[in-house]
């Protein structure tokens, strides 16, 4: 684990969780399976002499740095559960979302994985590993997903739609690019950020269950998610006028992202 992710990785889960170190180290050989990591790790080292060390390092870079699946397993009844039957339940949602992922997103986010892709294999990475590792970023959400699945008795599918029709609609895409952007020098930053991640996140799965609890058998995800953005019309201008006005600011800080957070917390109560 030192090896893959760093001496201080354990430390500093410590620091910003509380969890003992046996809790962290359970938490990271989840998350470590659930999205294949070890498989990833020795697709690059095979290219190792074959591929610029600037491009492999940053390959890794961009895979490890997203999701941050091991505080999410830290923060989760899951932790305890059975390892076996955890990581082959995340491991199935995550691999399913994954190959779904092109039908999933947006236009301006199927564009950045587009160029990523295209970026990687111009640089000698192989079709397939660059396409893994491009998908990263949009497999954030992934295991509050599988859970919102589980817990609404509903298809990672349609979850997934609902999901990614509201990023989209609501530009939640743009703000979380915009939290991943904050500066992170120091202890307090650095827990700012991840407050903030955490906290949108946990906006996303609220909005997801809520707009699944109108669903009717007839319903498609678009249609569901348009239906209810109509009427909570009020609610949604609010939400939607902050994150414009904050698209105006070169570079929003903290407080001005907490702000917003705030505004769209009251569209998923």
Same mark, same amino acid.
């Given at each position: 684990?030192?090896?893959?992710?760093?001496?201080?990785?354990?430390?500093?889960?410590?620091?910003?969780?509380?969890?003992?170190?046996?809790?962290?180290?359970?938490? #990271?050989?989840?998350?470590?399976?659930?999205?294949? #990591?070890?498989?990833?790790? =020795? /697709?690059?080292?095979? &290219?190792?002499?074959?591929?610029?060390?600037?491009?492999?390092?940053?390959? &890794? %870079?961009?895979?490890?740095?997203?999701?941050? *699946?091991?505080?999410?397993?830290?923060?989760?009844?899951?932790? =305890?559960?059975?390892?076996?039957?955890?990581?082959?339940?995340?491991?199935?949602?995550? @691999?399913?979302?994954?190959?779904?992922?092109?039908? !999933?997103?947006?236009?301006?986010? &199927?564009?950045?994985?587009?160029?990523?892709?295209?970026?990687?294999?111009?640089?000698?990475?192989?079709? +397939?590993?660059?396409?893994?590792? *491009?998908?990263? =970023?949009? %497999?954030? @959400?992934?295991? +509050?997903?599988?859970?919102?699945?589980?817990?609404?008795?509903? /298809?990672?599918?349609?979850?997934?739609?609902?999901?990614?029709? !509201?990023?989209?609609?609501?530009? !939640?895409?743009?703000?979380?690019?915009?939290?991943?952007?904050?500066?992170?020098?120091?202890?307090?930053?650095?827990?700012?950020?991840?407050?903030?991640?955490?906290?949108?996140?946990?906006? =996303?799965?609220?909005?997801?269950?809520?707009?699944?609890? /109108? !669903?009717?058998?007839?319903?498609?995800?678009?249609?569901?998610?348009?239906?209810?953005?109509?009427?909570?019309?009020?609610?949604?201008?609010?939400?939607?006028?902050?994150? +414009? +006005?904050?698209?105006?600011? @070169?570079?929003?800080? *903290?407080?001005?992202?907490?702000?917003?957070?705030?505004?769209?917390?009251? %569209?998923?109560?």
């Amino acid at each position: 684990m030192i090896n893959r992710v760093g001496s201080i990785f354990v430390h500093r889960l410590m620091e910003a969780t509380g969890a003992r170190p046996s809790e962290i180290v359970r938490a #990271y050989l989840i998350a470590r399976e659930v999205f294949g #990591y070890v498989s990833l790790w =020795q /697709s690059v080292e095979a &290219l190792d002499d074959k591929v610029s060390e600037d491009v492999l390092a940053e390959l &890794l %870079l961009e895979a490890q740095s997203k999701p941050p *699946a091991t505080s999410w397993f830290l923060r989760s009844e899951r932790l =305890q559960d059975d390892m076996g039957t955890t990581i082959e339940k995340f491991r199935a949602g995550a @691999s399913l979302l994954e190959a779904e992922l092109p039908r !999933l997103l947006d236009a301006a986010a &199927l564009a950045r994985r587009n160029a990523m892709i295209s970026r990687f294999t111009a640089a000698g990475i192989p079709l +397939e590993l660059a396409t893994r590792v *491009a998908s990263f =970023q949009d %497999l954030g @959400s992934a295991l +509050e997903l599988i859970e919102v699945a589980d817990a609404t008795k509903r /298809s990672v599918t349609l979850v997934a739609q609902v999901h990614f029709h !509201l990023i989209g609609r609501l530009g !939640l895409g743009w703000f979380a690019d915009r939290i991943m952007q904050l500066p992170a020098d120091g202890h307090w930053p650095l827990q700012a950020k991840n407050a903030l991640r955490d906290d949108l996140g946990n906006v =996303q799965s609220g909005l997801t269950k809520r707009l699944l609890s /109108s !669903l009717r058998d007839s319903d498609d995800a678009a249609t569901l998610c348009e239906r209810w953005l109509d009427g909570n019309r009020a609610a949604v201008a609010r939400a939607t006028r902050v994150i +414009e +006005e904050l698209r105006t600011v @070169s570079s929003p800080d *903290a407080t001005m992202l907490s702000v917003a957070v705030r505004e769209l917390r009251t %569209l998923s109560n």
